[in-house]
């Protein structure tokens, strides 16, 4: 069964800290992994991209990596700041023979960066 | 705005009453999909649309009744829900269905339903 996993399920950090978020997920089979945020009771944003052949992603202050051999990526924050507060989610796109690809979504860390 | 809308953002309703929910993208995104998200549950996928044809429904009940009628819109129409179907439901578009060449996924706001 193809299941993403993230740890830890809730994180509390000094404004400034760099930290790292964990996803693992069960199947290597994948075309992308997908990082998101979201803010309380809204949508999702979509931060970061990595396809299957790549290691890694930045985007500011974020940086993405992907080990996908080992069914692993990390979320990687710099200098947190209390905007960062929210939950983030990692997403495993899979190879589905039936459909073709199933976005799977791990249970989300939420994260809370105090001033 | 990330280019997927949904229409109503907050919803609440009976148990014997019929509402809709709307999606709609203007991306040129060729697939779209529903997702539920419940308290302390991970988001599941509910249906999948690609180029306006049903591809894929995850044992979602009878209640629940999607429409494509074009490539851009995305209706979920609910009838006689029960009030844990009560949830964050979100929209979401991605060019393709086969994601191996893609930007991955958009989702819209989603619309909170209440069922009372």
């Known amino acids: 069964k193809q299941e993403v996993t993230q740890i830890p399920a809730a994180l509390s950090v000094p404004e400034g800290e760099n930290l790292v978020l964990n996803c693992s997920f069960t199947?290597?089979?994948?075309?992308?992994l997908q990082w998101f945020r979201q803010d309380p009771g809204k949508g999702l944003t979509s931060l970061l991209l990595?396809?299957?052949?790549?290691r890694e992603q930045t985007s500011g202050r974020l940086n993405a990596s992907l080990d996908k051999s080992s069914g692993r990526s990390t979320l990687y924050i710099a200098a947190s700041q209390p905007g960062d507060s929210a939950t983030y989610l990692c997403?495993?796109?899979?190879?589905?023979?039936?459909?073709?690809?199933?976005?799977?979504f791990g249970e989300g860390t939420q994260l809370t960066v105090n001033p | 705005e990330t280019g997927v809308t949904q229409t109503p953002r907050h919803l609440v309703m009976g148990m014997t009453n019929k509402k809709s929910l709307k999606c709609e993208q203007h991306?040129?995104?060729?697939?779209m999909y529903w997702y539920k998200q419940s308290a302390k549950k991970p988001l599941e996928l509910m249906f999948v649309?690609?180029?306006?044809?049903?591809?894929e429904n995850n044992s979602v009940p009878s209640r629940f009744s999607p429409e494509c009628p074009n490539s851009s819109h995305l209706f979920l129409h609910l009838h006689t829900l029960q009030p844990e179907d009560s949830a964050l439901y979100l929209c979401?578009?991605?060019?393709?269905?086969?994601?191996?060449?893609?930007?991955?996924?958009?989702f819209g706001s989603g619309t909170r339903l209440t069922v009372v």
């Open positions: 990595i396809q299957s052949s790549q």
């Open positions: 649309y690609s180029l306006e044809e049903r591809v």
């Open positions: 991306l040129g995104h060729n697939a």
């Open positions: 997403a495993v796109n899979f190879v589905v023979e039936t459909s073709g690809s199933r976005l799977t």
């Open positions: 199947d290597s089979a994948i075309y992308n």
């Open positions: 979401a578009s991605s060019q393709e269905l086969t994601q191996v060449f893609d930007y991955g996924y958009t």
